[in-house]
Nanobody
């Protein structure tokens, strides 16, 4: 399996943009048949899927977050990024990147905590 690692600031001011990076090791983000997702786990709530970017750079976002979400990539660095704009405190969560194959997430990063203070 590919190894994934999330990184980014742990504290984001309300109304600002949340930006995270996911670096993949041992597998290319351009490999056909795979999708690269961002998900999050708010405290006390369930896991929420944010969106994905495919091997050709195609993207798809959760309808509830689409207006605020941009997922992009840097193929030279084998990285994907998440930008979530205008964040409210409710965006506080552990954010994960994961690889999808055959509709299953088969590889996960360890997650990174992002706090949006009230």
């Amino acid at each position: 399996q590919v190894q994934l690692q999330e990184s980014g600031p742990g504290l984001v001011k309300p109304s600002q943009a949340l930006s995270l990076t996911c670096t993949a090791f041992g597998g290319s983000i351009t490999t056909d048949g795979y999708y690269w997702s961002w998900l999050r786990h708010p405290p006390g709530k369930g896991l929420e899927w944010i969106g994905y970017i495919g091997s050709r750079g195609n993207t798809y976002y959760s309808p509830s977050l689409k207006s605020r979400t941009v997922i992009s990539r840097d193929t030279s660095k084998n990285q994907l990024t998440l930008r979530l704009s205008s964040v409210p405190p409710e965006d506080t969560a552990v954010y994960y990147c994961a690889r999808e194959h055959d509709f299953n997430h088969d590889s996960w990063g360890q997650g990174t905590q992002v706090t949006v203070p009230t």
